[in-house]
């Protein structure tokens, strides 16, 4: 509470520091203050309200207090103002699909895809999703997209998508895939909890055979 007292203060003496501004409405967050942090960041609105980075920032704060209705309508608004910001396209996204919005969830991805199909929070919440509509091989070729052509490096996505071809049925592929992942990061507990269920799978198989 004293730094959000220090904050608040600060604010006092300087209404339009847009920094100071962040910091108390991420504190009140912490602070499990909603209604606070959504007042805090509605000054920054204010201040420009034509900024999509003030409305998407405004929408994340909201989201996390868990008003949705306020995140939502500063999402489209910042998507209102810049239709390319990928950004608040991926949050709005998002926010419909934990209200169980999938089809408006998915205009939100489809079009930040087609404006940054590699942008890294794009791809993780839209592989998540097509694993939930149950789209193994859109969330397989969404993996290896990103993995290929630009991110190979990147681990948690290896995993994810070794987890995905284990999934889709292809036990053979996940293997491999997650052995990479330890080649990388030997103690990486997702592919070895993954190894360990397919081995187990592959076994109840040969059981039921013989």
């Given at each position: 509470h004293a730094a959000i007292d220090f904050y608040g203060k600060a604010l006092e003496y300087k209404n339009d520091f847009v920094e100071t501004i962040l910091v108390l409405a991420d504190a009140l967050i912490e602070a499990r203050d909603g209604d606070g942090a959504i007042a805090a960041v509605r000054r920054l609105v204010e201040l420009d309200p034509e900024s999509s980075f003030s409305n998407n920032y405004a929408g994340l704060v909201a989201a996390r207090a868990g008003n949705v209705e306020a995140a939502r309508a500063n999402f489209e608004r910042a998507v209102a103002l810049d239709p390319d910001l990928v950004a608040a396209?991926?949050?709005?996204?998002?926010?419909?699909?934990?209200?169980?919005?999938?089809?408006?969830?998915?205009?939100?991805?489809?079009?930040?895809?087609?404006?940054?199909?590699?942008?890294?929070?794009?791809?993780?919440?839209?592989?998540?999703?097509?694993?939930?509509?149950?789209?193994?091989?859109?969330?397989v070729t969404l993996y290896r997209g990103y993995?290929?052509?630009?991110?190979p490096?990147?681990?948690?996505?290896?995993?994810?998508?070794?987890?995905?071809?284990?999934?889709?049925?292809?036990?053979?592929?996940?293997?491999?895939?997650?052995?990479?992942?330890?080649?990388?990061?030997?103690?990486?507990?997702?592919?070895?909890?993954?190894?360990?269920?397919i081995d187990q799978d592959l076994g109840e198989d040969e059981a039921a055979q013989g």
């Open positions: 396209r991926v949050n709005l996204g998002v926010l419909e699909w934990e209200q169980r919005n999938l089809e408006t969830a998915l205009v939100q991805f489809r079009e930040a895809s087609r404006l940054d199909p590699f942008n890294r929070d794009l791809v993780c919440n839209l592989g998540l999703v097509y694993g939930q509509i149950d789209d193994p091989d859109a969330a993995l290929l052509e630009r991110h490096e990147d681990t948690e996505i290896v995993a994810r998508l070794a987890r995905v071809l284990f999934s889709s049925g292809d036990p053979a592929a996940a293997t491999e895939v997650a052995r990479t992942v330890l080649q990388r990061e030997p103690g990486h507990a997702e592919a070895q909890a993954l190894l360990t269920e």
